[in-house]
């Protein structure tokens, strides 16, 4: 749960992703995308999911995911996690 979270509130969801290359990321991004809606069909536009990431994600990857509402944490930047209210 975020540090400001209220009685009622969703705790955040992050999912862990690793890539050694660019290629099987664009595989996958879809993946991410279709988590995201099917968690706004079921708990509404309040719920959020992001990414924590670790390896090689280009633009295009990044790009998809943000059209989707998703963010992202990179591992190598871990205190960015301030910044979703941790």
């Not at 992001?50 to 990179?74: K, M, N, T």
Request: a neutral charge.
């Amino acid at each position: 749960m975020r540090k400001n979270a209220k009685q009622g509130d969703f705790p955040a969801l992050f999912e862990a992703k690793s890539a050694g290359d660019f290629t099987n990321t664009n595989k996958r991004r879809k993946e991410e995308a279709v988590k995201m809606q099917q968690l706004r069909k079921t708990y509404g536009n309040k719920i959020t999911f992001d990414l924590f990431l670790c390896g090689y994600f280009d633009s295009g990857y990044l790009g998809y995911e943000a059209a989707e509402g998703i963010d992202w944490v990179w591992e190598h930047r871990i205190d960015d996690l301030a910044l979703f209210g941790f």
